[in-house]
């Protein structure tokens, strides 16, 4: 149910949403842009479409370590 709300708000565009969500490809088909952060600093922006079309990058960033 959240999930479908958060759909609704980036669909509307007149709202800026932050998801913050363990799940990364259900986070990246609800938004359109990408930041992941390390410790603070962005260390990768792209379209969300980009990164779920790029599994190797998607992994490397997602993975712990």
Same mark, same amino acid.
């Given at each position: ?26 986070? @990246?088909? @609800? ?5 992941? @952060? ?12 980009? @990164? ?7 992994h490397r960033l997602v993975s712990v370590s």
């Amino acid at each position: 149910e959240l999930m479908n709300v958060i759909r609704e708000l980036v669909a509307d565009g007149g709202m800026a949403v932050i998801v913050v969500e363990q799940h990364a490809k259900l986070a @990246l088909a @609800l938004t359109r842009q990408a930041v992941v @952060l390390e410790r603070g600093r962005v260390v990768h922006r792209s379209a969300s479409e980009e @990164l779920l079309a790029d599994p190797d990058t998607l992994h490397r960033l997602v993975s712990v370590s």
